[in-house]
């Protein structure tokens, strides 16, 4: 039973790019969650999201940034005209259907660094 | 809101001693609390959960935590620090209508010396 998968795990970025980075949550998880990890922080939360919805978009920057989880294939963090700022951990969870959405699994990150 | 505090960013025990990392949130409302551990380069593995049952929670590992309500506490033990042990250690906290929402502390990063 495969985990949460992310790709790529490592991606360099030169500012004013985009970076796209996936995420396919595990088996029988309808849930996504995104949070970045900045260097000696915590995570902090970005965005919640369940098949072709955004539930919650409130921890993500109003500008370059958006999320997305379409019907078929993984869920996508899309930064557009990256900047030093956004060099982090990306990391994705999932959770099941119905009420345990706290029980969050993560993925092993996407490590962007912006030259 | 929620927040989190983790006392002490690197805490560095001997190899067969007592582990204590501190963690004390802060929450209007019944929370959910969680010990996470993150070994370098991959991801967050789940070590235990407290989700208002039991307030001594058992999870993997040897680890434990107890829920302390009166003093917002939930301090993560291990009676035998193991080499392997050695990672960092992230408390996280949920609570209310967005429970899905983690709120992470800072992180203690946990030492053995052999």
């Known amino acids: 039973n495969a985990g949460v998968m992310q790709n790529p795990r490592h991606l360099v970025r030169r500012r004013g790019q985009e970076a796209r980075l996936r995420c396919s949550p595990m088996?029988?998880?309808?849930?996504v969650y995104w949070y970045r990890q900045l260097p000696e922080e915590g995570l902090k939360f970005m965005v919640y999201l369940q098949k072709e919805n955004i539930i919650d978009e409130s921890g993500m920057p109003k500008e370059r940034f958006s999320a997305e989880f379409p019907k078929e294939g993984p869920s996508i963090l899309r930064i557009q005209q990256v900047v030093r700022g956004d060099s982090a951990a990306y990391f994705c969870?999932?959770?099941?259907?119905?009420?345990?959405?706290?029980?969050?699994?993560f993925g092993p990150g996407t490590r962007l660094t912006v030259t | 809101a929620q927040s989190v505090t983790q006392l002490g960013s690197h805490v560095s025990v001997s190899e067969g001693a007592l582990v204590l990392l501190r963690c004390n949130y802060s929450?209007?409302?019944?929370?959910?609390l969680f010990w996470y551990v993150q070994y370098p380069n991959q991801g967050l593995q789940l070590l235990l959960k407290?989700?208002?049952?039991?307030?001594l929670v058992k999870g993997i590992n040897g680890f434990e935590a107890e829920f302390k309500k009166s003093e917002t506490s939930f301090h993560l033990t291990k009676p035998s620090a193991h080499m392997s042990d050695a990672a960092e250690y992230f408390c996280?906290?949920?609570?209310?209508?967005?429970?899905?929402?983690?709120?992470f502390g800072k992180g203690t990063l946990l030492t053995v010396n052999p």
């Open positions: 969870a999932s959770s099941p259907r119905g009420q345990n959405t706290y029980e969050q699994y």
């Open positions: 407290y989700t208002s049952a039991a307030t």
């Open positions: 996280a906290v949920s609570a209310g209508g967005s429970n899905y929402k983690l709120t």
């Open positions: 929450s209007s409302v019944p929370p959910y």
């Open positions: 088996k029988g998880h309808s849930h």
